[in-house]
Every structure is written in structure tokens, then in C-alpha cells.
């Protein structure tokens, strides 16, 4: 363990992991859902699964890791079933293939930061100009994976959960003072109803179809991500209540996003607030607009405020992403972690690139496929969204699940959970996970894989 590195206290281990699930997710990829979703009764569904499906499924990520004391794909074997590898081979598979986009849209926002702190709003009435722009945006993106690889580079405690330790608050602190200013706008309050007033008529299959993917996104499970992590942490901590308040800081920060966006919202739509436009416009278009429409200097602190935030919330979630592949070199093939974590972001920004170019400089990327069904093309990013965050994870979340009850044995996950939980034992969590780890868990997981496919990408309408 010593040569790997580890975290150096619980604290510094809930710091790194809840840093990984607050991201885009959160501030972005939330918000929108809310929108689309009908309101408060996407917050409703959204609150229900975190706690019911995600959170059984960061206590597994986790005790696996510590038990193994090795990587995604390491970790299979070290428990000795080797066979079920190809799990955590998926896992590195997706944490590459969605860093590769991820990073382009963080690259985007750190763009943003600069030109709205210089006062140019005007950036946003030509989005696809901007992302066009792909020698300005791609070294954007550049400079974040450099940050990135960087922060992998210096290692566990050193690097990892120092960078989560200063982000974190920052970025608590950022999005509260944005809170506090967007409640005195005019309409605010159109806005917040919105957000936290469940109009049941809404409630749909596809609310609870869509909460459930967005949970699991925004905690970064299914991919081994916290596999990793729990693979650095010390054997006294509490996996339960680690886990317990990661999810908490994940949907509190979550939650709070909704509580500067929507009264933002409100603002802007003069109070007669029905929906949210979805996609990238909601963060890249209407957000801007909003503070160029406060204009002059508050406009461009708040806009360069809340496009920094974005960028600390994506950095800590691009480094989990990238230390998921880099401790899998560094155990496995015995590179040093610094050689991986460079070699590593070479290749994801590489892989990246028709994400970048796909969004209106190379029209082969822009159009790039048309699913089954689709009346319209859909482009590279995309499509790597549709196929890495909204099928493989959820994918590799049920594997690695199912793997947990049925191969490795409950007996040895509650065996494993107790170090560290003395209370684990008599307690309704374990009595819960009894339940949840080999049925519910696994048959929701497949559900929203399978039902995902078909609806995405061969346009079965249920
Ligand atoms: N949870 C991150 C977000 O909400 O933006 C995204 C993410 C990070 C997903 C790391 C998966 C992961 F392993």
C-alpha cells in the first residue's frame, strides 16, 4: 500500500471523492434535468435514488477497493476472480471515453471564464462560433488536461486531495455568494416555485427513467471510479458514513446549483417561467445572456464567477476520471504514476479531438451519426455521451454489483464494511444492502441500460 499512496485522513478521502461526483453533473447536467423534467418533481425522484439505488452501489465501489488495495481492473483479480475483469476493463474504457469529452466542455468553460471577466457577453449569441473556433477552444481544453495530469501526477495525498481540499470550499463559497445575489433579482421567486414546488401531473416514466441516470452520473459510479478511490483508503474508516456524506455533499451541492439557476431563470423569463432549455444553451447561452443582460462590471464578476466555478467543480471531477486509467498503468504495467498520468491525458486529449471538432468546425463530426428512428443527426460528443455515461455505467454499475452479492459473496462485503463500522453489524443499512446488493440494485441498473439503448439508440418510444 505504502508504494501506491494512499489518502491521508477520512476527511481527505470524503474531500477527493465528493469532488469527483460534484462536477458538470451538478451544476449543469442537474439543472437542466430539473427543467426538462417538470420541476420539483425530478428533485422528488432524483433525491429517492440517490439514497435507493447509488447509494448501495458507492458502498460496494468502495469496499471492493479497500479490500483490494489495487486499481479497477486489478481489483478483480487481487479478490481472485479474474474472469470478472473485463468489468473493470469497461470501467477504464469509459473513464477515458468520457474524459475525452469532458474535457473539451471544461475547456469551454475556462474560455468562458475570460471572455465573460473581459466584459465580451456577446460570446454567447454565437455559441457554435465559439466552439468553432477549435484552435482557441482546443488549447482551452489543453491547458485544463495539463492541469489535470498535473494534479494525477503528484499522487494520492499530495496531489489528489490537496487539489479537492482548496476546490471544494472554493467552490462552495463561489456558488452560495451567486446563490445570495440571484434570490434579490426581480422574479426570483417564479423561479424557485418552479424548482420546489412538485406539480405531480408531471410525474412520468421518464422523470424517473431520467433521475435515475442522472444520479448515477453525478455520483461517479459504475466505473470504478471509487474502486479507485477506496483503494487509497485507511482500513479504520467508515465506509458507511464516508459514503453516506459523500452523497450528501454531492446532492446538497446539487441542490444548492438549482437555487442560483432557477431564480437566474425566473430573472430572465419575467416570472412566466414553464421549462428550461436543455443541451449546452442552458450554461453557454442563457446563463450569459443573464449577466450581460445585469451587464457592466457586476455582470462580468458574476459571469466570470460562475464560469470559474464550473471549472473547479469539472477539475476535480477530470481528475478521478484520469486517475482511474493512471492507476490502472501504474499497478498493472508498472509505469511510474507520473509517466502515466502524462502519457494518459496525451492520449484521452488525442481521443477527444472529434468532440472538439464536432461541434461546427468539421461538419463529418457535427453530423456524425443518425440513430434508428432519429429525424436529426447527432454529433461525436454526443455520441460518446449516449454510449460511455449513459450506457456504460450503468452497465458496469450492475456487473459490478452483481459481481459483489454473487461472486465475491455478501459475506465478504459485510465482512469487509465492518472494519472500521462497528455498528455495521446490527445495523438497517446492512439489513437494507441484504436486499438491495442482489436483487434491486442489479435489476434497476439493467433496466435503465437496457431501456437506454433502446430509446437512444434505436428510438423505441415508451
Ligand atoms: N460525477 C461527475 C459529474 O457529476 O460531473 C462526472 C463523473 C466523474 C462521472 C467521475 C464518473 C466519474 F467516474
Redesign the pocket.
Known amino acids: 500500500m505504502a508504494s501506491r499512496g494512499g489518502f491521508s485522513s477520512k476527511a481527505g478521502f470524503i474531500a477527493a471523492a465528493a469532488g469527483?461526483?460534484?462536477?458538470?453533473?451538478?451544476i449543469w447536467?442537474f439543472p437542466y434535468e430539473v427543467g426538462a423534467g417538470g420541476g420539483a418533481i425530478f428533485v422528488l425522484v432524483y433525491l429517492f435514488f440517490c439514497f435507493v439505488l447509488c447509494f448501495p452501489v458507492m458502498i460496494t465501489e468502495i469496499a471492493i477497493g479497500r479490500k483490494s488495495g489495487r486499481n479497477a481492473v486489478g481489483a478483480f483479480n487481487a479478490l481472485g476472480h479474474k474472469k470478472w475483469n473485463f468489468v473493470g476493463k469497461i470501467g477504464v474504457l469509459?473513464?477515458i471515453l468520457?474524459l475525452s469529452f469532458?474535457n473539451v466542455i471544461a475547456g469551454w468553460a475556462f474560455g468562458y471564464t475570460f471572455q465573460l471577466g473581459s466584459g465580451n457577453f456577446a460570446v454567447a449569441d454565437n455559441f457554435t462560433a465559439f466552439t468553432s473556433n477549435v484552435f482557441e477552444v482546443g488549447t482551452y481544453g489543453m491547458l485544463f488536461m495539463i492541469a489535470t495530469a498535473f494534479i494525477v501526477s503528484k499522487g494520492i495525498s499530495g496531489g489528489i486531495e490537496k487539489a479537492a481540499k482548496i476546490l471544494l470550499p472554493t467552490l462552495i463559497f463561489m456558488i452560495l455568494g451567486l446563490v445570495i445575489y440571484s434570490l434579490f433579482l426581480p422574479n426570483a421567486m417564479s423561479g424557485l416555485k418552479f424548482y420546489l414546488l412538485p406539480d405531480f401531473s408531471k410525474f412520468s416514466f421518464n422523470v424517473v427513467f431520467n433521475a435515475m441516470g442522472q444520479a448515477f452520473?453525478?455520483?461517479?459510479?459504475?466505473?470504478g471510479?471509487?474502486i479507485t478511490y477506496g483503494s487509497y483508503v485507511g482500513k479504520n474508516d467508515n465506509i458507511v458514513s464516508s459514503a453516506a456524506l459523500i452523497t450528501l455533499a454531492?446532492v446538497g451541492i446539487a441542490f444548492i446549483a438549482g437555487m442560483m439557476i432557477f431564480p437566474f431563470i425566473g430573472y430572465i423569463s419575467n416570472g412566466e417561467l414553464t421549462g428550461v432549455g436543455g443541451g449546452p444553451e442552458l450554461i453557454f447561452v442563457t446563463l450569459p445572456q443573464i449577466f450581460g443582460s445585469i451587464g457592466g462590471v457586476t455582470g462580468s464578476i458574476l459571469g466570470a464567477s460562475f464560469f470559474a466555478l464550473l471549472c473547479f467543480?469539472?477539475l476535480t471531477?477530470t481528475v478521478?476520471?484520469l486517475e482511474?486509467p493512471v492507476s490502472y498503468l501504474v499497478d498493472e504495467y508498472k509505469l511510474t504514476r507520473t509517466k502515466a498520468a502524462w502519457l494518459m491525458a496525451g492520449i484521452v486529449y488525442v481521443i477527444g479531438i472529434p468532440s472538439l471538432v464536432g461541434n461546427g468546425y468539421s461538419e463529418y463530426f457535427t453530423e456524425f451519426i443518425q440513430y434508428f428512428n432519429a429525424e436529426t443527426k447527432t454529433n461525436f460528443l454526443s455520441f460518446v455521451v449516449n454510449l460511455a455515461?449513459d450506457s456504460f455505467?450503468p452497465l458496469g454499475g450492475c456487473l459490478i454489483v452483481f459481481f459483489a452479492a454473487h461472486i465475491w459473496k455478501k459475506e465478504n462485503i459485510d465482512a469487509e464494511i465492518s472494519i472500521g463500522a462497528p455498528n455495521y453489524e446490527k445495523s438497517f443499512v446492512k439489513k437494507y444492502l441484504s436486499i438491495a446488493l442482489p436483487y434491486l440494485v442489479p435489476i434497476l441498473l439493467a433496466t435503465i441500460f437496457i431501456m437506454t439503448v433502446l430509446v437512444t439508440f434505436f428510438g423505441v418510444d415508451f
Do not use: T
Open positions: 469527483s461526483a460534484v462536477g458538470l453533473g451538478n447536467g469509459s473513464g468520457i469532458y452520473f453525478s455520483l461517479s459510479l459504475g466505473m471510479a471509487l454531492d467543480a469539472a471531477s478521478s476520471l482511474v455515461n455505467l
